[in-house]
């Protein structure tokens, strides 16, 4: 099971984390981070699955493009806020991860901005 050996490798990361903080503390959180990328790189396989599905979904239903685009745009950029804020966290600047996060979610209203103007038309079209 992939999931058991990423909580491994995680524990793993943590607890060497952990160790340099006490000998090197600049060590400590260049550990979390390369540890971070690598649990990052191990499940972007499981990216290319999650897109796969939402295709086929797209191309049944005739749902547009754009709105498809948009929602994986607003995805994505959720988890790579939650990303770097927590790193900001790890590494003591809880006052820069609050920046992150509230750029997050003006950039997340942005984009989110055709998709609720379609919505709009497909309820005045109703109406």
Known sequence: ???????????IVSV?????KEVKPEY??????????????YIIG???DILDFFRAV???TGISEDLYIGCLK???IGYLVEFSASTCRDTGNSSMADKVVLAG??????VSLPIISNLFNMILDLI
């Not at 060497?16 to 340099?20: G, K, S």
């Not at 979610?105 to 942005?110: E, Y």
């Open 1 to 11: 099971m992939d999931i058991i050996k990423i909580l491994v490798f995680a524990i």
């Open 46 to 48: 499981y990216v290319a």
């Open 74 to 76: 607003i995805i994505g």
């Open 105 to 110: 979610k003006l950039i997340i209203f942005v």
């Open 28 to 41: 400590s959180i260049l550990c979390i981070i390369i540890g971070s990328i690598v649990i990052i790189g």
């Open 16 to 20: 060497l984390a952990l160790v340099l």
């Open 58 to 60: 797209v191309n049944k």
